[in-house]
């Protein structure tokens, strides 16, 4: 028996029997074992930050505000976070280590040669880290962008023929559609003169209407009037990229008890609603009718997302759940709409500031289409637009939707001067640095697309240019919005002469993409019809 038996008793006002001094003795040794095992775990922990910040001074890193706060605030999400950014990379070209308060180190890398080994590295060694995608996981699932190990592989093997050329070429005839519907609203909106538009907002809407014809074969005629389903998914983004600079809102039990919680769960309860009635219904007819006959059905019809992926089984002949394949279509809507529409809104900025360019890519997209009574591309047009594909890749380089994706290795990763990234430290690989890199990119910051001509072909990393990312986790859907935004930005030119609003300035917004923070407004002007 402990000592302090007999005191602990007398104050609790119990009387003093063996029994009860034997059993006040078991519970304080084990309060006290319980302490002593938190108090090791505590040091251990202690002793693994001590012999991980060891390992991380070998990483350059700018002066922190303070001890407590790191580099939180230095860098912030606007026009002036990336020009003090872009001016780092002058001293730091490769890596550098900042810190996010006082306990959490990030590895930023902003080289082709550095991010290699990340990109390279499979999903299971490098899976993407919770802090920075979490907040996505009750609207998204465990869908493609956030699933890891054995699931992510084999969705990944089980997708790979939804974006396959036979299965994208039906499209084509939908991107015409969708974009014949936002230039004809543009030319209302004009009524024969110019007219200020604000590019993500019209873009955004035209991404969002083609993707739900892509995926459910349903029309929402979204572009002329907001459905709950598109209203619910513009709203999700905003909640996510609000809820990231609310560090109180990071804790889920305070989250979903404030009003942008409950907008929130509302929202996705809203898109997880449509999705299932759609899979549910299509997979109801597809074992009422057997998997031929439903075939038979869809000839001279476009084969959507949903239902490749109903008919999509594994090497041990097993189907995605309805819950795999509501993860995979609202990942799909999220990151195909967003990431597009920035990058298509961005490549028309461009072109406007440089009105040689365009005028280029005009005369590029009348040659095609000289001879023929309609506006519409085909899928063999898309090889015939090269310097249209140029101009994109090189506003896809400096302005590139997704600014950074982020790692949380499982193993020690070297680098190729030796360096070592500890396992468990979250690595940021900047797409946005490695494409401003001045040892990557001369004059990286004049927009110039014969950096891509094809027959000029220049030398340099294929890592240095990964607007898609790049190695096993790279962009499935990357073809699908290649084709898009070449569709897009031809038809665009063909039928307005754009111009920037110098009323409006551009000021940039890095958020879940590159947004601007008050949209991109560009001057329209319709242009004759073709003779």
């Known amino acids: 028996m402990l000592p302090i038996t007999d005191h602990l008793l007398c104050l609790l006002g119990l009387e003093k029997t063996m029994f009860r001094r034997y059993a006040v003795s078991v519970i304080l040794l084990s309060l006290l074992f ?47 976070g990336l020009r003090d950014e872009t001016k780092l990379l002058n001293d730091m070209r490769h890596a550098l280590l900042i810190w996010m308060g006082p306990v959490l180190p990030l590895v930023v890398l902003v080289h082709p040669d550095y991010i290699k080994p990340l990109l390279g590295a499979s999903a299971a060694i490098a899976p993407k880290d919770d802090l920075f995608y979490g907040f996505l996981k009750p609207w998204l699932g465990d869908g493609l962008l956030l699933s890891k190990g054995d699931k992510w592989s084999r969705h990944r093997r089980l997708l790979t023929p939804a974006f396959h050329f036979d299965i994208l ?39 969002l209407d083609g993707l739900q014809k892509c995926v459910f074969s349903y029309n929402s005629n979204c572009q002329e009037k907001m459905s709950d389903y598109i209203s619910a998914i513009i709203e999700l983004s905003a909640l996510v990229v609000r809820r990231q600079y609310r560090v109180h809102h990071h804790l889920d039990f305070i989250y979903y008890l404030t009003a942008d919680g409950r907008r929130f769960r509302q929202a996705c309860d809203t898109v997880h609603h449509f999705t299932t ?152 690989v900047s797409i946005y ?37 790049a190695g096993p986790r790279n962009c499935i859907g990357q073809s699908f919005a290649m084709a898009e935004m070449r569709v897009v930005v031809a038809l665009t030119l063909l039928r307005f002469r754009l111009s920037v609003d110098r009323t409006r300035k551009v000021r940039r917004k890095p958020e879940l993409i590159l947004r601007a923070e008050n949209g991109i407004w560009l001057n329209v002007e319709p242009l004759p019809p073709r003779a």
């Open 169 to 207: 070429k039906p499209y084509m005839k939908i991107f015409n559609q969708c974009t014949d519907i936002m230039h004809a609203k543009w030319r209302r909106r004009a009524e024969g003169s110019v007219v200020s538009l604000d590019m993500f907002e019209h873009i955004s809407l035209m991404t």
């Open 433 to 469: 640095g490695t494409h401003h890199n001045p040892l990557v990119w001369p004059d990286y910051k004049v927009y110039n697309p014969y950096r891509f001509d094809p027959e000029n072909p220049q030398q340099r990393s294929p890592l240095a240019y990964v607007p898609f990312s």
């Open 277 to 428: 009635e759609v899979i549910q219904q299509r997979r109801q007819a597809l074992r009422k009718q057997g998997a031929e006959a439903w075939l038979k059905a869809k000839q001279g019809k476009t084969l959507d997302f949903i239902d490749v992926l109903l008919l999509a089984k594994d090497e041990d002949g097993k189907e995605l759940s309805d819950e795999d394949i509501r993860a995979e279509a609202d990942t799909f809507m999220f990151e195909g709409h967003d990431t597009t529409s920035s990058g298509l809104s961005w490549v028309l900025f461009n072109l406007a500031k440089y009105p040689e360019y365009q005028e280029k890519c005009r005369k590029e997209i009348q040659d095609i289409l000289k001879g023929r009574e309609k506006d519409q591309l085909l899928e063999d047009d898309l090889t015939q637009l090269p310097f249209i594909t140029m101009c994109i890749k090189e506003s896809l380089r400096q302005f590139p939707p997704v600014t950074l994706v982020s790692r949380r290795c499982t193993e020690d990763v070297k680098l190729p001067d030796g360096r070592i990234i500890p396992k468990g430290v979250i690595c940021l």
């Open 34 to 80: 319980f302490l002593f095992r938190l108090l090791l775990q505590f040091l251990c922990v202690c002793r693994h930050f001590y012999v991980t910040c060891r390992r991380l001074r070998c990483f350059p890193q700018p002066p922190r505000r303070n001890w407590l706060l790191g580099h939180l605030g230095m860098y912030l999400p606007n026009e002036a």
